[in-house]
């Protein structure tokens, strides 16, 4: 992949870039339908507030009446519970709106930080090579070789359950994906001719990392985080599946299926089924996002 | 050769000794355990006993190397719930969630690698594109909740397999199997499914991508010249060619296959390891996490090194490699 | 020559693309003798190896052979399909390709392939099979071929893979071999080597042999007979001393010029001005006109095959009046056969 040398891109060429880069990505209709259901489920979530019926967790919205009302039924509320209630009376949509929500930003931030502290890892092993290189990168291999649901296991034994504690374990079990692709990117980078002759400049070091080596990383640094987005989603679902995630008073898609797991056998399979299927398009449709920006930046595997 | 073992060797110790300090401190750090082994409202002195008696009062690295010394020497402590001591307690959970993610391997391997081969044999076919589709699924969509499908499907509205539990086992060899029968069958079937289909999706994966590299290459270009039949060309050619990533891949998966165990074991409510350690975090069984944590560390690392010795037999390029 | 055992008529490979067919190889037509080698001569892109590989039918999609015939002992070939085409491949047409390294498959031994490749045509025990293979790697004088049987190929050399890439060709004593670039990615000491024994193997044997290269000097001092090929259609064909001699092709004449061995020392080399065209947009009438020094108005309209004393024929509406001398030769060694 051969990049211009970083100097800022007139808007212009951003422009153009990025109408070439949809031009591309529309080829695939599986990619485009994948993107339209990632924003509306990204809206959804932002807007819960505002579309859901309920709000699940003000306690003086539920009426136990209305407990394990079937997709379809009236409840006191007097509208549709389009997706039936749980246990606890509670709008099932509603609660996928909320879960979606907690998901979502649990998520987001896991992998936000999980690309931040990689790809910091990553550069500075490619900048200062040698022994540091060495070290960091047998690190990292180490850890990529375990997987990372053992590692959140681990951590969240070790720190126990919170938000905190769970984008903690997520961010601990994933960055070390950023972390050699960043390396992988900006060590291929680091050995031209051109880096080191900037570093033959008294131009000082950040400007070498942040310039070149850095938007090297980019693209498929772009293309990891969006799986590890998939990715943080998936496993912080299962961690609260297993019930090491989020406490009760914060559920996420996770804990809403498991929830309505103990109501499965006996057939009230609304509970855990539709958060299930809300859980199951958001990952599969990052996923496929993932893959077409894959292939749309990497020019080899455009066919 | 020999080298090149010991070297490996050596770095396996220094992964399980790293492992084993970080779990060990991490685990030990948080909370206090005497809460949870006895009853709140016992008097000042039974705490301090126990407190000695566990070794609670002296510094952590000490701790850490009574704690080393007594598991070189077989003895991982007690378990704080069930009073018993842990090495035994994982053991016998052992067999379970072998038998379960042994069978979720050769699942994936029978079905994967056949797909994955069809899938690169014929890789604009149909039947391909729909075994392509079948497979980010496979490895995308988080397990528990396939688990649930699958439970949902086969046992609750089809009623043809049982929603969980192990049913009836016979000891063999001094393990307890279903496998042995066909009800035992009948009860590893789904869990052994839904564990097998992130490694059946990567096995697809792997299988097509190799497939479709050695077909395309010369030398089966030179084998189809000879008059060497396709099914030749490809049990010969492209079979040989793609046992070295799938090996890898194999032994590698079988350590996370063991990992992921926990959640299909939860899922199934499958009485193996991972059911085990999911209930110790919850209420705070350290010597099991602990020991637990280690173990699965400890056969991770055992199984990358079996795979690299395995895979420097299969790539006569690379056994050269090392030999000089 | 009406002893040929393989005689193409008129073949016509076309690859589908999204412009049209393209032609890439256009009517082509030759034959060849019971232990004759014909040299089938062209730059890349000229459709010589394409013609190598549709002789043994293994043309893959979007690329087919839409018309001619191959003719093998007097049998159309092109029609058989599936595993009736499998028992000719390595039986009756065995192939050689242009690079030994990729030609054998790395993780497995050379003893697997041979062994394969023996079964694939005759129902023979391992242990017969093997004593083939071995006796075929003595035959193409490789040394101590028990142990190279035991080799992988990355433990032989370029030169030694090439003859045991022979080796395997031979093992059904076919009646022609198709080599495609055999020697242009080995030394050329090497090279000599390997030319002489094919010379001397087609001499014992009687396997025809096919001899695809862009190398006129190659050709020169092995074949009987020469095809020359441009732009998928065989320009100029005839015994090889009478062509290298005195080409009637002005695209030969070229190619002849350009080779340094023929070439007086201190002045300029001269070359075939331009390049292949594309075969997505070949001029109208001769596809060489717009290269070709001689080219007249009649060129714009497809050229008449020109037939001349001793079998010779050229594509061309002004094809070179004969130069009566002697014979040359590009290289100081030969490995033809005084016949």
């Known amino acids: 992949m051969s990049h211009s040398p970083a100097l800022p891109l007139p808007a212009e060429t ?75 009376g509670r709008d099932v949509f509603s609660a996928i709106l909320y879960g979606l929500r907690t998901s979502l930003i649990v998520g987001v931030m896991a992998g936000t930080l999980a690309l931040l502290l990689g790809t910091t890892v990553g550069l500075i092993a490619a900048y200062y090579g040698g022994r540091i290189e060495a070290l960091i990168m047998r690190i990292i291999d180490l850890q990529l070789s375990l997987p990372a649901i053992l590692l959140a296991l681990v951590l969240v034994a070790m720190l126990g359950q919170g938000l905190m504690q769970l984008v903690a374990a997520l961010v601990a079990a994933q960055y070390a994906y950023f972390a050699r692709t960043t390396h992988g990117a900006a060590s ?5 001719d051109y880096i080191e002759a900037a570093l033959s400049t008294p131009l000082p070091a950040r400007h070498v990392l942040f310039r070149h080596l850095l938007p090297n990383a980019l693209p498929p640094l772009i293309v990891v985080a969006t799986v590890q987005v998939a990715n943080s989603i998936a496993l912080e679902a299962t961690l609260s599946f297993l019930g090491l995630g989020l406490p009760i008073t914060q559920p996420s898609l996770g804990s809403l299926i498991s929830n309505g797991f103990q109501f499965l056998l006996s057939g009230r399979y609304w509970i855990s089924i539709y958060p299930g299927i809300a859980l199951m398009l958001t990952v599969v449709a990052i996923n496929l996002v993932g893959d077409q920006v894959r292939s749309v930046l990497n020019p080899r595997n455009s066919r | ?51 000695q008696r566990y070794g609670f009062d002296r510094p952590l690295f000490e701790q850490y190397f009574i704690f080393m010394n007594n598991m070189l020497h077989g003895d991982l402590g007690e378990s704080f719930i069930y ?143 000879q008059g060497l039949s396709e099914s030749k ?29 926990v959640v299909t074991e939860t899922v199934f409510n499958w009485p193996g390891m991972g059911k085990l350690i999911i209930d110790s975090i919850t209420v705070l069984d350290r010597p099991v996490m602990v020991a637990y944590l280690i173990l699965v560390v400890f056969l991770f690392v055992m199984i990358n090194l079996v795979v690299d010795l395995i895979y420097g037999q299969l790539d006569p390029r690379i056994r050269v490699k090392a030999a000089s | ?75 159309d070939i092109t029609r058989l399909r599936g595993d009736a085409m499998r028992q000719v491949r390595g039986a009756q047409i065995a192939m050689v390709f242009q690079d030994p390294m990729m030609t054998l498959n790395p993780v497995l031994k ?124 065989v320009v100029e064909s005839g015994p090889a001393d009478d062509v290298i001699a005195s080409p009637r092709h002005p695209y030969t004449a070229g190619l002849l010029a350009s080779v340094p061995a023929e070439h007086e020392p201190g002045t300029k080399l001269p070359q075939v001005p331009g390049s292949t065209p594309s075969l997505a947009n070949l001029p109208q009438g001769c596809a060489f006109a717009p290269r070709c020094a001689k080219a007249g108005p009649a060129c714009t309209t497809t050229p008449p095959v020109q037939h001349f004393e001793d079998g010779r024929t050229a594509l061309c509406h002004y094809p070179i009046e004969p130069v009566s001398c002697q014979p040359l030769s590009l290289t100081s060694t030969t490995y033809r056969s005084a016949s």
């Open chain 3, 1 to 75: 020559m009406s002893d040929a055992v393989l005689r193409v008529n008129n073949l016509q490979t076309q690859f589908q693309t999204r412009a049209g067919a393209l032609k890439a190889v256009d009517g082509v037509s030759f034959e060849v003798g019971r232990g004759r080698i014909l040299g089938l001569v062209g730059e890349s892109g000229s459709g010589k190896s394409v013609t190598g590989y549709s002789i043994l039918g293994l043309i893959e999609p979007p690329g087919k052979i839409a018309g001619g015939e191959v003719l093998l002992n007097g049998k």
């Open chain 2, 83 to 225: 009073r018993l001591p842990v090495l035994n307690l994982i053991l016998s959970r052992l067999p379970a969630t072998l038998e379960l993610a042994l069978t979720a391997m050769l699942i994936a391997t029978f079905l994967g690698i056949p797909l994955g081969l069809w899938a690169g044999y014929k890789p604009d076919s149909l039947s391909a594109k729909a075994i392509m589709g079948f497979s980010v699924l496979g490895f995308s969509v988080p397990s528990f909740w396939v688990g649930l499908l699958l439970i949902m499907v086969f046992a609750v509205e089809l009623g043809w397999l049982p929603s969980g539990g192990r049913g009836p086992t016979t000891e063999v060899l001094g393990m307890n199997l279903s496998i042995t029968s066909l009800e035992g069958w009948s009860y590893i079937l789904l869990p052994a499914f839904n564990l097998a289909l992130f490694k059946l999706g990567l096995l697809i994966r792997l299988t097509r991508a190799g497939t479709v590299e050695v077909m395309s290459s010369d030398y089966v270009r030179f084998a189809r010249a």
């Open chain 2, 1 to 51: 050769m020999i080298g090149f073992l010991i070297q490996r060797i050596l770095q396996a110790l220094m992964v399980v000794i790293a492992m084993s300090i970080i779990v060990f401190l991490g685990v030990y750090a948080i909370g206090n355990p005497i809460d949870v082994m006895i009853d709140p409202a016992s008097d000042q002195a039974l705490r301090e006993a126990l407190i």
């Open chain 1, 188 to 192: 291929a980078e680091r050995r031209k």
């Open chain 2, 233 to 261: 060309v490809v049990g010969l050619h492209v079979l040989k060619n793609i046992s070295i990533p799938i090996v890898t891949v194999f032994g590698l998966e079988l350590g996370s296959t063991l990992a992921f165990a």
């Open chain 1, 14 to 88: 951003g422009w153009t870039r990025l109408s070439n880069f949809w031009s591309d990505y529309r080829r695939s209709p599986v990619a485009v339908a994948a993107l339209i259901v990632v924003v509306v489920v990204v809206l959804m979530a932002v807007l819960a507030p505002f579309v859901a019926p309920q709000d699940p967790y003000n306690q003086g919205t539920l009426d136990l009446f209305d407990a394990r009302l079937e997709p379809g039924e009236v409840g006191s509320g007097g509208y549709v519970h389009w997706l039936g209630t749980d246990a606890a």
């Open chain 3, 110 to 233: 050379i003893g697997t392939q041979m062994i394969a490749a023996v079964r694939a045509h005759d129902r023979v025990s391992r242990k017969a099979a093997r004593a083939r293979a071995r006796d075929a790697l003595a035959k193409v004088g490789i040394p101590s071929p028990d142990e190279r049987l035991e080799a992988y190929p990355h433990q032989l050399s370029g030169g030694m893979r090439q003859r045991v890439a022979i080796a395997i060709a031979l093992l059904h004593n076919p009646a022609v071999i198709i080599a495609d670039e055999p020697t242009t990615a080995l030394d050329v000491s090497i090279q000599g080597q390997i030319l002489a024994e094919v010379r001397r193997l087609a001499d014992e044997t009687g396997t025809a042999f096919v001899w695809v290269t862009h190398d006129l000097a190659v050709v020169s001092s092995l074949a009987d007979d020469i095809c020359v090929m441009y732009a998928g259609r």
